[in-house]
């Protein structure tokens, strides 16, 4: 890694851009007093990082931008540019080439950039410790600070010189251990804090939760309980139910059509007990038969009578008689007595064994007696043929018309009779009709009353299953009230024996009911040992218990982790502090060989060396301690002896003889651990001539291991540069710069 190019705009006097190129080993900026050379050098201090705005001399961050001039305005931002060449990968970055830029703004605000991607100082600072440039500025030495190794305390001189020893980046690794140190120290105090704080409520929540477990326990078994008291309350409920609405339908639909039928009957029924006794037709039909037999029969007797009158004739004539006719003859009461008596005898007889042949033959009987009796009775001899001829045919015709009326009048009975009969048969059939109806309605009567009961029953047990289904919807109610959603445990519940096997929904629908009221009784009881243990609470108590215990012991793992960091910090301090020491001592011993190599060369003789002194406080008379220094630390002081001179301490030194030994330190410390590159602001400049050759040879063996960066006004310096910059300000204030190389210029003169 070197130097490869500076690039300043608006910083100080560099008004304008100007470009360093640095391709030589050694690189002199020259110039008249005032001419802006000194503030190169500070704006490497610039880029690189440096805060102390004193140190680049300023006052303010705004004192570091052009100020503007009569000819140029003043700008708002200063802006400084640093490449490296990072070919062998010296910074830890993965380019060939390496950009550090600083942007201070008249606010001042400061930008860093790094390949032009925004970054912070700390990433800068890393990175440069890692290529031993580190922020005590050992390898840019200003104007007026030569000899300022020799000025600082031993603290500070030590600081300077692990710098150059390339220890910036153990220091720095140090120090964000101790501040990692501190940080823990403050988190562990922080963490025993709210331990302590947390302590008093997490000790009562402990004492609550063993209620808190007992009501857990309460309410995991009322839970399961609850669960399978529903489950078979559910599966009970839901069969038996199921069950009686299938057995009621059956006699529901019965009782129905039974309902129905009754109705039809019932009405049939009162249709016929609003008819009268005997139908209006069958009276009449009855009435008109009887006026048929009784015309008929009156027929019959006058045929009769006219047969009996046509048959006495004709026996009359068939005997031919002459009759005495004896002319106002009487007959005796008695024998009219007696006849009336004989007729009455008949009469009775008759009408005593009824029936119509037997009333028709005592007719004929009665009206032969009485026939006779005339003819006892006549004793006149008369001559009858010819009358009775005219007789017999009178009653001939009478005869005729008399059986004709008969047979008419049989008809007309006949039919009086079969219509009577018809109505007779009809009013039976009714009447059997209506006692079948009276028996199908008894019958039914029972059967409604069969089916009325059978309903009645399942009823009745509907109402003990709906009461039932009650009392569940109110302990299912109760049950989330008391469980919230772990009342909905009893959907997927399998409800198993002792044994561990599964209840088959038939065993439960079976079981004595005495067992279910028994379950139901634990479940009261175990609701009143709940709420005695106070259920409102005991899931939030719980939760608030676990959410501090798990806090206390994440505490307690914090604070055993933070304990374990601080003794793991505080071993990888002593670690880094022992590695310090070790290469710090190895890097004193190189030094002081270089050192007293250097100081001799310089001085042609005499010694120098470096000495670890540990820091203490100073007794009565003496300075004490600075802020920064701490009693017990180590620090550096300076051993030096002049030859021919009784010099030992650096008070007693001269001007040229403190520049020659500070430029013998620097160059030592640089030979140790080479920085990449070493920027001297007149260090020749209290040198005379002898001395300017021994210093122009010491840099030439410098530029071996550093690129140097010289501004001079030393011409034995100038002798030495490859690249010379000139720099001068003209009328506007701005600093301009000119370049030669001496090489080209060399193969010019040729």
């Known amino acids: 890694m070197y130097l490869k190019e500076l690039s300043i705009n608006g910083f100080k006097s560099f008004a304008k851009k100007s470009e360093l190129e640095f391709s030589a080993p050694i690189t002199a900026i020259v110039g008249p007093n005032g001419s802006g050379k000194s503030n190169i050098a500070e704006s490497f201090r610039f880029v690189l990082g440096e805060q102390s705005v004193k140190s680049m001399r300023g006052k303010r961050g705004e004192d570091l931008i052009w100020g503007g001039s009569e000819k140029v305005s003043r700008g708002n931002r200063a802006g400084v540019v640093v490449v490296f060449d990072n070919k062998s990968r010296t910074f830890a970055l993965d380019f060939d080439e390496v950009k550090i830029e600083r942007v201070v703004h008249r606010d001042g605000q400061n930008e860093y950039k790094l390949n032009d991607s925004s970054v912070r100082l700390k990433d800068i600072h890393e990175l440069l410790a890692n290529a031993n440039i580190g922020s005590t500025g050992h390898h840019i030495i200003s104007q007026g600070e030569a000899d300022r190794i020799l000025a600082s305390g031993p603290k500070e001189r030590r600081e300077m010189i692990e710098d150059a020893l390339g220890l910036k980046v153990y220091q720095l690794k140090k120090q964000e251990t101790e501040r990692k140190l501190e940080k823990t120290r403050e988190n562990i105090a922080q963490v025993e804090s709210l331990r302590r704080e947390a302590s008093p409520h997490l000790k009562y929540l402990k004492k609550q939760m063993e209620k808190a477990e007992r009501s857990l326990e309460v309410q995991k078994e009322l839970r399961s309980r609850y669960a399978e008291y529903l489950k078979r309350e559910d599966v009970y409920v839901a069969f038996h139910t199921d069950r009686l609405t299938t057995s009621r339908r059956e006699p529901s639909e019965g009782l129905e059509v039974v309902q129905k039928k009754l109705s039809k009957i019932k009405e049939v029924l009162r249709e016929t007990e609003s008819e009268p006794a005997t139908p209006p037709d069958l009276v009449s039909a009855e009435e008109a038969y009887r006026l048929a037999t009784k015309e008929r029969q009156s027929l019959e007797r006058e045929l009769s009578k006219v047969e009996g009158q046509v048959s006495f004739i004709e026996r009359r004539l068939a005997n031919p008689a002459r009759t005495e006719v004896k002319a106002d003859m ?114 039914l009567l029972n059967r409604e009353r069969e089916l009325e009961a059978s309903i009645e029953n399942i009823d009745r047990e509907l109402r003990v299953l709906e009461r039932d289904r009650t009392d569940f919807k109110i302990q299912l109610q109760e049950a989330v009230a008391l469980l919230g959603r772990g009342a909905s445990d009893y959907f997927t519940l399998e409800v198993i024996n002792e044994e561990g096997e599964k209840i088959a929904d038939e065993a439960i629908v079976s079981e004595d009911r005495d067992a279910q009221r028994k379950r139901q009784h634990e479940l009261e009881k175990l609701k009143i040992r709940l709420e005695e243990l106070g259920v409102g609470a005991t899931e939030d108590l719980l939760k608030e218990y676990n959410d501090a215990k798990e806090r206390d012991e994440f505490l307690a793992r914090e604070l055993g982790d933070l304990e374990a960091s601080v003794s793991n910090l505080k071993e990888l301090i002593v670690d880094m502090q022992s590695k310090l020491q070790e290469q710090f001592a190895g890097g004193v011993e190189k030094i002081n060989k270089e050192f007293h190599t250097f100081f001799t060369l310089m001085f042609g003789g005499g010694s120098a060396g470096l000495e670890k002194v540990q820091l203490k406080q100073r007794g009565e008379g003496e300075e004490s301690l600075s802020d920064d220094e701490v009693e017990g630390e180590e620090g550096v002081e300076l051993r030096v002896a002049l030859p021919n001179k009784r010099v030992k301490g650096l008070e007693m030194l001269s001007g040229g003889e403190r520049a020659l030994t500070s430029i013998a330190l620097i160059f030592a410390m640089s030979q140790v651990n080479p920085p990449p590159f070493i920027i001297l602001d007149e260090t020749d400049a209290a040198l005379d001539e002898a001395n300017s050759r021994r210093y122009g040879d010491m840099i030439e063996a410098l530029a071996k291991k550093s690129q140097l960066v010289l501004i001079t006004h030393n011409r034995e310096t100038m002798s030495r540069a490859g690249i010379l910059y000139g720099i001068t300000m003209g009328s506007d204030g701005v600093s301009k710069m000119l370049s030669v190389k001496f090489e080209e210029a060399a193969e010019v003169a040729k």
């Open 330 to 443: 009487f007959v005796s009461r008695a024998e009219l007595e007696e006849v009336v008596l004989d007729i009455e005898s008949d009469v009775d007889k008759a009408l005593g064994k009824g029936g119509e042949s037997v009333l028709e033959r005592a007719l004929n009987d009665l009206l032969h007696k009485l026939k006779t009796f005339l003819r006892r009775e006549q004793g006149e001899v008369v001559d009858t043929a010819s009358a009775d001829k005219e007789e017999l045919e009178i009653l001939w015709k009478s005869l005729e018309k008399a059986d004709k009326a008969v047979k008419e009048a049989l008809a007309t009975e006949g039919k009086k009779r079969e219509s009577l009969e018809a109505l007779r048969l009809a009013r039976v059939a009714d009447s059997e009709k209506n006692r079948d109806a009276e028996r199908e309605m008894f019958s």
